[in-house]
């Protein structure tokens, strides 16, 4: 069985900082490709930034120059460092992880973590 734990949400004013922590548990053999996605009330989910295994990363326009995603293989964990956060940042944040497990490969998604944006 395999689990990822988002941390790290909260309250934070316009213009603060947070990191998220996604960390993966279970019978992991490797991570693979893993992405951070957000939904905003009434919105659909949106993917905020991505990483390979290599460590390539991608982001949203939205959240470029912003935003940075970032990985620790050796610690099952994948992170999001949000900077000069604005109130449309506001949102439900999920990790989304490729892993390989002993069961086999599969798509795993957290259980997410709010962020709210607001002074």
């Known amino acids: 069985q395999v689990q990822l734990m988002e941390s790290g949400g909260g309250l934070v004013q316009p213009g603060g900082s947070l990191r998220l922590s996604c960390a993966a548990s279970?019978?992991?053999?490797?991570?693979?490709?893993a992405g951070w996605y957000r939904q905003a009330p009434g919105k659909e989910r949106e993917l905020v930034a991505r990483?390979?295994?290599?460590?390539?990363?991608d982001y949203a326009d939205s959240v470029a120059g912003r935003a940075s995603i970032s990985r620790d293989n050796a610690k099952n964990s994948v992170y999001l460092q949000m900077n000069s956060l604005k109130s449309e940042d506001t949102g439900v944040y999920y990790c989304?992880?490729?892993?390989?497990?002993?069961?086999?490969?599969?798509?795993?998604w957290g259980q997410g973590t709010q962020v709210t944006v607001s002074s």
């Open positions: 990483i390979t295994r290599g460590g390539r990363t």
């Open positions: 279970g019978s992991i053999v490797s991570l693979y490709d």
């Open positions: 989304n992880v490729v892993i390989q497990s002993i069961g086999g490969l599969g798509n795993y």
